[in-house]
Structures are given as C-alpha cells and as structure tokens.
C-alpha cells in the first residue's frame, strides 16, 4: 500500500546513545517532515524538506539532525539521546506544500532511560 | 506567530449523541484547515479540510465549516458511534511558513454504547 513507512515502532535508548529513526514515502511527495508528539502538546516541527538536498529546521530541531538524498527518504538521527527526547515520532510527507494535508506514518515510540 | 487553540478534553458522550469539538485559531490571511483523527496505537489519519473562507469539509459524518469571521473550524457530527473514539487534532496550514502544519493540544473523544 502506499503511504509513509517507519522504522522502528518501537525502541528504548540509553541517554547518549545514538540511532537513526527511518522513514519512506512511496508517493513522490516533494515535502517530508518530523514531528513529535507529547501528551498535551499536539505535535510540533522538528525538521522539514522540501526536496531532496534540501533541508530547514522546524520549531524544537535542537539533538536532532537530518539529511534528505533521495526524494523517498528522510531520516531522523538523534546524535546524543537525553531522556527529554521521550516522546511519539511522527514523519510526514506531502503533494503541493501541504495545501491539500499531510500523509502521517503511523510513528515510532521511543524511550530513552 | 500561527496558533490553533481546541477544546480541552476529554469529552466523554453516549452512542448516538451530538458531538462538537471547538477549534479556533489566529493567522495571517486565509490559512488552510484541517482536523486529523488519531486511533489508538496509530498514526494521524485527514479527516476533513477547507482551504478557503465558507468552505465545509466532510468526511464519515463529521462536518467542520471554515469561518473566517470568528476565526473557527468546529468539528461537529449529529449521531456518534463507539468506532468514533479517537483522539482529534484541528490543525491549520498557514500562508507563510508553508512547510509548516500547526496543530492544536488534541482532544480525546470516548463514545460509551
């Protein structure tokens, strides 16, 4: 089916561990982005593209890096995991700058200890 | 800054009750709105969108009209079912900043039978 695919659904993290939380679209979909979610706090922007090569923060980017080399893909790298990085990820892609909506992936839980 | 401000929860209501959920919000111009639906353990799913003043969105019995007068979106749905239970996001996509998605807190909605 298409749509946007994450990996992993689920990963607990020690503080300062690294890892990369994966995500693709099958949609040629030019904008991706990350969110997180945390309980009464909708979801706010960690990082955005708008096409392969090209990248801007969002509103919370801080311990968190991204790159985008091909239009499917767009992963997250959290390069020195705190425990205030608990939290429900969340990618996002979309056609014609969001006008229409954005496709959500269906998130990755992840717990750092 | 864009800002999307919704009715706290959770709201609790019996099968076949009328459902409103307020959703206001403050932008420049005429932003696009949205109101996502999220199940339990899922991603966010489009509900319903308007992208211009007056304009109604429907989807799955729920309907949200776009009032640019009172600056609100409300999420209304004349008979709820138990399959309804969901958390609610209003969300809105500005004029500026077009890579960006604003969301509200969300609304956790429980439909008893």
């Known amino acids: 089916n298409a749509g946007v695919t994450q990996t992993p659904k689920f990963q607990v993290l020690k503080t300062g561990q690294s890892m990369t939380l994966q995500c693709a679209q099958d949609?040629?979909?030019?904008?991706m982005s990350w969110y997180r979610q945390d309980p009464g706090m909708g979801l706010r922007l960690i990082h955005y593209?708008?096409?392969?090569?090209?990248?801007d923060q969002g509103e919370v980017p801080n311990g968190y890096n991204v790159s985008r080399s091909t239009t499917e893909d767009f992963p997250l790298r959290l390069l020195s995991a705190a425990p205030s990085q608990t939290s429900v990820y969340f990618c996002a892609s979309s056609y014609l700058e969001g006008v229409y909506g954005y496709t959500f992936g269906s998130g990755t839980r992840l717990t750092v200890v | 800054g864009d800002s999307v401000t919704q009715m706290e929860g959770p709201v609790t209501l019996s099968e076949e009750a009328c459902l409103t959920i307020?959703?206001?919000?403050?932008?420049?111009?005429?932003?696009?709105l949205f109101w996502y639906v999220q199940y339990p353990g899922e991603g966010l799913q489009l509900l319903l969108k308007?992208?211009?003043?007056?304009d109604k969105g429907s989807n799955k019995g729920f309907e949200a009209t776009y009032r640019k007068e009172t600056t609100s979106f409300h999420l209304e749905k004349g008979s709820v079912q138990v399959s309804d239970s969901a958390v609610y996001f209003c969300?809105?996509?500005?004029?500026?900043?077009?890579?960006?998605?604003?969301f509200g807190q969300g609304t956790r909605l429980t439909i008893n039978p």
């Open positions: 308007a992208t211009k003043a007056d």
């Open positions: 949609m040629n979909h030019e904008y």
């Open positions: 969300a809105l996509r500005g004029i500026q900043g077009a890579q960006k998605l604003v």
């Open positions: 593209s708008v096409g392969a090569g090209i990248t």
């Open positions: 307020n959703c206001t919000y403050t932008a420049t111009g005429y932003p696009s």
